[in-house]
């Protein structure tokens, strides 16, 4: 054994040595969360790279996302004490899925140039597929259709394998039919959707045994984390490339199986030792990352689950802080009280990285991204409504996609008339139609449009300049750096005049994403990596490099750890959420309660829980309860801190209100249903002041417009008027909405407080 192994596994407990020393056979490391199954995948890389087993480009490693790829390459560096160049095949099931369809292209009907569409594009195609067929977009939506696609795809079906049952659900029983001309569209367009880049390899490994062969040569090891979470199609990838080495490591958690509705089977993992007959199954049960309350609260969450298998879970460390259970008035509250307490942290010297706020759904991302930029506070972003995703990227992104694959017809399409050019409706029919008639990208179909004499004047010198134009930008490609390629491409286009011209408020933030977007290809050798990045790479954006908070959903979160972890919005319809207990039931609420699990144990040394009275959803207020998960936390474990000094000082905090009947369940809320807490105070104790009531709100939904022009509770306050605060002091109200007032606190600045708690200065 090399002089540096003893290094790395030495700081493994038996358990974990036992499972990175394992190396002939089929191994599953079955434990709970922080239990340092990563860490055991990592190691294991190290020690087989160590011994010489393997050489980097033999070992397959998928890992759940970009961002763990590229962590557990870091960690295998470190472990190794060189760079572990050459792994070429550890990442994601996407990523490596398109790597093995690139080198196989032809055999898929493909151009190893392919594009990779986004839900976006693939609507969009959808739509077209359901318009040729004539089938109105109204009644059976293109989402819809994509949906059930996804689906099949997720279960490795491809169009004639899809059970006739399943296919009457849609457009009088075409469904099928309907996926198949989906797949044959996206063949000419020389494109392929997520889905495909796991099924287009599987028909592959399954019609050319030869290439298949080829792998099994290759991978002499394979790992797989996160293995609760593979769907059906993953699996059947899986089973194929492991009939060449038994040499199979996953790990999981089956508390930690979060992606259900996607297709996940946790089956998987139950039936692992039967699918591999002879696995060595270990299983670890100390858990290194949080200390003793926050793993108490979440094993205690946990519990709660009736389909489990049950594992123990040892805290490591000391007690440390308890997890602390906070309530806001509403979303904003929420947002400015987690903004002050992470600068709170920051003064003390806690680095940004270190902490993350995890959401539920990702709507709840803005008023956190508006809050940090009001603050100046750095963060990130992962997941959720992307940079990648905004109009005017998604524009930009079009043209260099028609410049690097001139087949793309989606992205000519989104961008021939954008900016205007006078090729509107009629001219992009004649192409469209051009296209089908000569079966040629559209592309080629403008150019022969061109050449031809069916156009008008002016759309013809219009779409002759275009053409010209993606000739001239087509020609630099490999010539010029890719953002200067990107900087001439919006230039020459016509596209950031649009927005310089444009005269809109959100113009000029519209200009500088896009000079953000020209920055971030700076690092990438071609056009093509730099797209293939952006298709697969969710998790990049803004902030990468600098010390910043990470704001993100807890779907994204699996895997990774910080010292700090925020979890707003608890409340009941949010989370647990009322589509997965809609749709799912029972099933849904456990995968809901598995996601908290999750959020929790993401937290080393502080995790802070919050909700809010009052929630925008949709446009719509809606006043809501806190979250039946609060009441699944161990009071042992838990502290109810004090209300925020704005809205609970008036009767005695939040602490007496809601730690007297745990989070205000005690209430019978059906009494209440009709009324809104507040509504029902004001009534009873007069307009002026909504009082303590104010604060217990049932589950009724409540349009804020409609209130606030009717039966909104009118302050007494007026706008000039000098009030005294007990927390902020004097200051001066600038805006009255409803019982709320924004005052400019002569100390403080501007705060948001409910006017039951200041009085007449
Ligand atoms: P999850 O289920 O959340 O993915 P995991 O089981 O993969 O968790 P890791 O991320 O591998 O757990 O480990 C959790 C933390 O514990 C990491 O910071 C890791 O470095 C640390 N850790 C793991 N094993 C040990 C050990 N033997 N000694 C000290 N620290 C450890
Ligand atoms: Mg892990």
Redesign the pocket.
């Known amino acids: 054994r090399p002089a540096a192994a003893a290094d790395y596994l030495s ?3 038996p358990e ?1 040595r036992e499972a990175v020393e394992t190396l002939d056979g089929p191994l599953l490391v079955l ?10 995948l ?1 190691t294991r890389i190290a020690h087989i790279l160590a011994l010489g087993l393997a050489r980097p480009y033999e070992i397959l490693a998928v890992t759940f996302t970009n961002k763990a790829a590229r962590e557990m390459r870091e960690r295998v560096g470190k472990l190794l004490g060189q760079a572990a160049e050459g792994m070429q095949w550890l990442g994601t099931f996407h990523s490596i899925g398109t790597r093995i369809l690139r080198r196989h292209a032809e055999l898929a009907g493909l151009a190893s140039s392919f594009t990779i569409l986004d839900t976006d594009d693939q609507i969009r195609l959808l739509k077209q597929v359901l318009a040729a067929e004539n089938i109105d977009d109204k009644r059976w939506p293109a989402r819809q259709l994509a949906f059930a696609i996804d689906g099949w795809k997720n279960r490795a079906l491809a169009p004639k394998d899809v059970p006739a049952g399943e296919a009457q659900g849609f457009a009088n029983g075409r469904g099928a039919e309907l996926y198949a001309l989906y797949q044959a569209r996206l063949k000419q367009l020389n494109a392929v959707d997520f889905g495909d880049l796991l099924l287009e390899p599987i028909k592959l490994f399954r019609d050319h045994p030869d290439v298949l062969e080829q792998y099994h040569r290759r991978f002499r090891y394979m790992l797989v ?2 293995y609760q979470d593979t769907n059906v199609a993953q699996y059947l990838w899986l089973r194929l490339l492991a009939r060449g080495s038994t040499n199979l490591a996953c ?1 999981g ?1 089956d508390d ?1 199986s979060i992606y259900g509705w996607r297709g996940a089977e946790v089956e998987n993992i139950l039936r692992f030792d039967r699918d591999f007959p002879g696995a060595k199954v270990v299983r ?1 049960e ?4 949080s200390t003793g309350h926050i793993l108490n609260a979440a094993s205690h969450l946990i519990a709660h689950n009736q389909g489990r298998l049950g594992k123990t879970l040892k805290p ?1 460390t000391e007690l440390g802080d308890k997890v602390t259970v906070a309530g806001a008035w509403d979303s904003g509250e929420e947002a400015r009280q987690i903004g002050d307490e992470i600068e709170a942290l920051q003064s003390k010297g806690h680095k940004l990285d270190e902490i993350a706020i995890l959401v539920r759904a990702s709507f709840q991302m803005r008023e956190f991204e508006e809050r940090f930029i009001t603050l100046g506070l750095p963060y990130r972003v992962i997941g959720g409504p992307r940079f990648y995703e905004r109009a005017e990227i998604r524009d930009a992104m079009a043209y260099l996609r028609v410049v690097a694959s001139p087949a793309d017809g989606l992205a000519f399409e989104r961008i021939v008339n954008t900016p205007k050019r006078g090729l509107g409706d009629a001219a992009l029919k004649q192409i469209t139609e051009r296209s089908r008639a000569d079966e040629v990208p559209m592309l080629e179909a403008a150019r022969r449009l061109v050449a031809g004499p069916d156009l008008k004047p002016k759309p013809k010198a219009a779409l002759k300049e275009l053409v010209q134009a993606f000739d001239r930008w087509a020609a630099l490609v490999d010539n010029v750096p890719q953002s200067e390629l990107a900087e001439r491409v919006l230039e020459e286009s016509g596209y950031t005049d649009m927005w310089t011209k444009d005269r809109s408020a959100e113009a000029q933030g519209r200009l500088e994403n896009l000079k953000e977007l020209v920055r971030s290809m700076e690092p990438f050798e071609n056009l093509r990596g730099f797209l293939e990045h952006v298709s697969l790479v969710m998790d990049a954006d803004a902030g990468r490099g600098e010390d910043a908070v990470t704001i993100m959903t807890l779907h994204a979160a ?2 990774l ?1 910080y010292d700090t972890v925020f979890l707003p919005g608890w409340e009941e319809g949010l989370f647990p959420h009322q589509r997965a207990l809609d749709e799912s039931g029972r099933a849904g609420l456990e995968e809901e309660r598995r996601l908290a699990y ?1 959020g929790l ?2 937290a080393r040394r502080r995790a802070k829980v919050w909700f809010a009275s009052n929630r925008r959803i949709h446009g719509l207020w809606q006043s809501s309860i806190p979250s039946r998960f609060l009441d699944e936390l161990p009071e042992a474990d838990v502290d109810v801190i004090e209300a925020p000094a704005a809205y609970g000082g008036a009767y005695g905090g939040m602490g007496g209100a809601y730690g007297a009947s745990r989070f205000d369940k005690a209430e019978p809320f059906a009494s209440t249903y009709d009324t809104p807490g507040w509504r029902r105070a004001q009534e009873s104790r007069g307009a002026a002041s909504p009082g303590p009531g104010a604060r217990r709100s049932g589950p009724m939904t409540i349009e804020g417009e409609l209130v606030a022009s009717s039966s909104a509770p009118r302050s007494a306050f007026k706008e000039g008027a000098r009030v005294f605060h007990q927390k902020f002091g004097n200051g001066t109200v600038v805006e009255v909405d409803g019982n709320k007032l924004t005052v400019a606190f002569d100390k403080a600045g501007h705060k948001r407080v409910v006017d039951s708690f200041v009085k007449a200065a």
């Open positions: 700081g493994l407990n974990q434990a709970g969360a922080g239990t340092g199954k990563t860490r055991v990592t984390d996160e790990v958690d930690q670890l100390r858990n290194y990352r490591q699996k895997g750890e999750v144990t993401r």
